[in-house]
Structures are given as C-alpha cells and as structure tokens.
Nanobody, 126 residues
C-alpha cells in the first residue's frame, strides 16, 4: 500500500511559481514511476508530467514544457512539481500518482497508476 499526500497548491498571479509536493508513505514508492495530472473545472483529468523511479527520465505535456519540472527524492519518499511562468489556464486541482507494477503503457495514461493523492488546488489569477 502507498498513501500519497499532495501539498503546495495555492493562489498565485500569472507569471508566478509554485512547487507542489507529493509525500508517500509505504514501502513501494522508490521503485515506481510517479505522475502528475490535473483537472480543471468542467474538464477531464489530463496528464502533466511524469518521472521514472530512478529519476533519470521524465516526460511532460506540451502545454507545460519549459515551464514545469518534475523531480523526486527517493530518500525522502517525495516527488515534486516545480511550476514556473504560471498561466491562468494552469488553474486546476493537481494530483500525483504512483504507477502500478502490473500494468504497461505510457506514463501519460491515467490507468497505469494505482495510487492517487487527494489533490491540491492551484489557482492562477490574471
């Protein structure tokens, strides 16, 4: 079992920055990939970024490339999403997730993740 706690959201002006954290408890965080997703009001949950268990490979959505950076510290059982140059369209609830060891597929698919955080609200004002 893995429990995830998302934190770090808040209200920020356009152009500002936030760093989200995903703190994991349990024994299986360090050998699993971690993904970040978001859901804006009235929209489907969408992929933001992901990082492999070793931290040496990351991918991100085109909409956040060059602005968001995903990282992890396995010694602290924590993953991060650094968000810079925020835009009003980045407003959403952000969720972290840990991959299941029993599924294959792209890190951008929601169904490859087994454990999810509760989400943290990010609001970007114009």
């Amino acid at each position: 079992q893995v429990q995830l706690i998302d934190s770090g959201g808040g209200l920020v002006q356009a152009g500002g920055s936030l760093r989200l954290s995903c703190a994991a408890s349990g024994s299986t965080f360090s050998d699993r990939g971690v993904g970040w997703f978001r859901r804006a009001p009235g929209k489907e949950r969408e992929f933001v970024a992901a990082i492999r268990w070793s931290g040496d490979s990351t991918i991100s959505a085109d909409s956040v490339k060059g602005r968001f950076t995903v990282s992890r510290d396995n010694a602290k059982n924590t993953a991060y999403l650094q968000m810079d140059s925020l835009k009003p369209e980045d407003t959403a609830v952000y969720y972290c997730a840990v991959r299941s060891p029993y599924t294959s597929g792209s890190d951008s698919f929601t169904w490859v993740y087994r454990y999810w955080g509760q989400g943290t609200q990010v609001t970007v004002s114009s």
